[in-house]
């Protein structure tokens, strides 16, 4: 049996636990080990998911089947455009933005004004939704209690009141326990995460016990509901209804970011963009997860109390409790309390920084208590405004409930709420892509969009309560048809919200765009929408930094900021950033534009952008840049950066001409490390006959005594020494004019084969001395081709003469064959000499190489016959290699290609 | 008794001036025509000096004077380092390895005569 005191105990050891964890995610933070992870923060998006969630889907799913599910699928299709949600996150973290408001006011040239209006509009709009969550709460304990019989004396109070005064109450230890009056609350994420696991759990346990308890599974649960004519109807997708699903997508599609709670938690209290990613699919998981078991819960509802008097939004409690299952009852109840509760804290700690921040900071700013107490610390003050600021939200909240709240479902009171965010869209929007938007255009869009949605749900809402009379709903005001509430411009046959919703953004969008294409910005709304719009391109602030001219006082500027965020913040802030600038303290910074906006932004995340503006211009000497100096100074920018992407542009195409240049210095050195080694080598080729030359004539010279027989011996050496030398200073000219393409070439029709036979002929009488034998296999009449015939000459005695030099004497063989194939003709000298190894088959046509040469003692050669007899066959457009095995002699082989036939 | 000379060089024109040359000198001559060759003719014919062409097959003439200086028994074998390469390195790499002298081709018959009696002369 569950007791009043019992249940009271369980919901307040659970909030106790609430507490607990974001006592715990604060000492982290403050630690500066942050706990708030990427699956933490999608998570604690799930704040999305209220008592209305808990309660109200399963209520929805009874009369209007599947439909509950579009307020689930609009989040998961926002979440797609995930740059949109990355392009919010970037701007809130540049300019400390603290609130929807603040975003806002923020964009359109930090205005008070639009802050006020933005956080009237979200007051107003998300009352009712509080008071939905009190409704919740209130209803769930009266189940339990109306079945326990259990209920106690609140000492004469309503029970209701009581809760939303324990709520006011923990709302004020979690999101203003710290005295510094930042804009950000790990703890509170950290346990608005724990509160969506355990309400998630709570849920499913209740569908689980609901399915497989009370049925025999899915199957059996829905061919009962299929049995029931009534129920069948609710497995159907209505097609008539596609309008309202269709607003019904876009209303939660817009409120998954615009609702405060989800931009506080969404945007302001994200710490690191890559969590985004994850949230995009880990959300709509957890949202799929949630919604399993409200079509079950809902079939499960009706079958089990059909016939009697059942309230569907309270299924989730009284099914268990029907089987008598009073813990899983209290499961729920805990489940459905959290659900209120996560709700109800973040909710209202965004709205009390907004009604702070954009309400109450610019009337204190203005009285003349505040100036009075010049130097007071005001951080506690702001908390003070927080706090008071949650109580009244609160207290409103209960008001709205107890005036208003049995008019209508949990649904039918959510849906209000959605669709009063729903109004931030064009002015969040067009803020973040269209730099023409202006304040004027977002002002009037607001109170445009504000006043149909007032007019044509708000106000219905009212008179069906009964406050005000429903004629204006029924007949239109003074009996003007076509001003009919819900049925503006005869526009019927719509249901509440999506009539609403279509002519609230009708009327914004066209008042925001149409106003703002008729006004001028000014200076300050000029940049801000350059800021805001090029955020990602905003990475260089050297134009930020011109925007803002004047003198100010370091004194002034610290006295603010430690004035608004306390004294030991405001120093911990400063050393922070004269760190960032290089300074090792920061009253040895100098006080100039970069300081002044370190200052207001730091005031901003306290006290709001446009309050941080109003304070920080009234300690600064301010020059008033025109608008046209600042379209001039953002114009300059963003030229400058044109500038500077040609000058990358440019600096790439001279760091590639750099580095050919570079390169082609280092072939340059190459060649002439080549050179000097060709130096050197021709000078040891030349030194070498000369030394034999100088030392015989050296000795005949000085020695007339010298016997006659070797007199003669070193005369022969002489002159075949001098006559090696004249070779080999011939051919190395000869090489150097080949290679310098300064060779004189007399081309004309050459017979290959009449060539090779006059070749050998030349030779024959060294061939005959040595005994070597050669033979030929040439055509009769020749191949002819186009070539230098003395050239080609040149090539065939050079091939002929190595082939000679290095076979051995007596058995030597030697065979020429000339052969036309394919295109070009063929000559092959094949010897019978030691042959040559892969390796000699490359060197061989190298300067200065000289092959085989272990088996005969030092050949007789230049080493620059094969070198030159390549060049000239290249030239003829030939190839000249040799193809050899060691021990197996050597075949060289070169071809000239014939002259292509003549048409 | 002579001294003897072993003269180490691939070019057989080269190998015939320096033979006759020091011969006449009177020196006990022998020959060897590349490295390998050379560091035999040093065990065999105990030379007093070596004329070593550098640019050799086989064995380079900068090898061979490196092998020759690792051996301690040989300490008193003076070295003479004929080559066609003239650049500075060579010659500073020649006398780093341990030659005693170092004489580029051509030469002066007169001049190398008298280098090689100063080597011989002190001993």
Redesign the interface.
Known sequence: MLSGWFVALVAMAYLGLLFAVARFGDARADAGRSIISANLYALSLAVYCTSWTFYGSVGRATSGGLSFLTIYLGPTLMLLFVGVIIKMVRISKAYRITSIADFIASRYGKSQLLAGLVTVIAVVGIVPYIALQLKAIAASLDVLFAHSGGAIAWWGVDSTFLIAAVLALFTILFGTRHLDATERHEGMVAAVAFESVVKLAAFAAVGLFVVYGMHDGLSDLFQRAAASPELERLLRLDSGRAGTWTALIVLSGLAIVFLPRQFQIIVVENVDESHIRRAVWLFPLYLLLINLFVLPLALGGLLHFAGQPADPDTFVLTLPLSQGAEGLALFAFIGGLSAATGMVIVETIALSTMVCNDLAMPWLLRSTWLRAEKRQDLSGLLIGIRRVAIALILLLGYVYYRAAGEAYALVGIGLISFAAVAQFAPAMFGGMYWKQGTRAGAVAGLLAGFAVWSYTLLLPSFARSGWIGGGFVEAGPFGIAWLKAQALFGLAGLDEISHCLWWSLVANLGAYVAVSLHTRPDAVEASQAERFVDVFRHAGRDAELRLWRGKASGDALVGLLERFLGVARARQQLAAYARGRGAGDWRALPVDAGFVQFAEAELAGAIGSASARVMVASVAQEEDLGLDEVLGILDEATQVRAYSRELEAKQRALEAATAELREANERLRELDRLKDDFI?TV???L??????????S??LH??PRIALD?RV??LG?IV??ADRLTRLINQILDLAKLESGRAEWTTGEVDLGQVVREAMESLGQLYRDKGVALAADIPAAGPVVLADRDRLTQVVINLLSNAVKFVPGGSGRVAVRVAAEAGRVRVEVADNGPGLTAEECGTVFEKFRQGG??LT??PQGTGLGLPISRQIIEYFGGNLWVESLPGQGATFIFTVPLPAPEA | MANKILIVDDEPNIVISLEFLMKKEGFEIAVAADGDEALAKVDSFAPDLVLLDVMMPKKSGYEVCEALRADPARAGLKIVMLTAKGRDTEVAKGLAIGADAYVTKPFSTKDLVVRVRELLGGA
């Open positions: 050197s000078s040891h080729e030194r070498t006959p000369l030394t034999s030359i100088r030392a015989l050296e000795m000085e020695d070797d011996r070193f050496i075949s020494e040469n272990t003692g030092k």
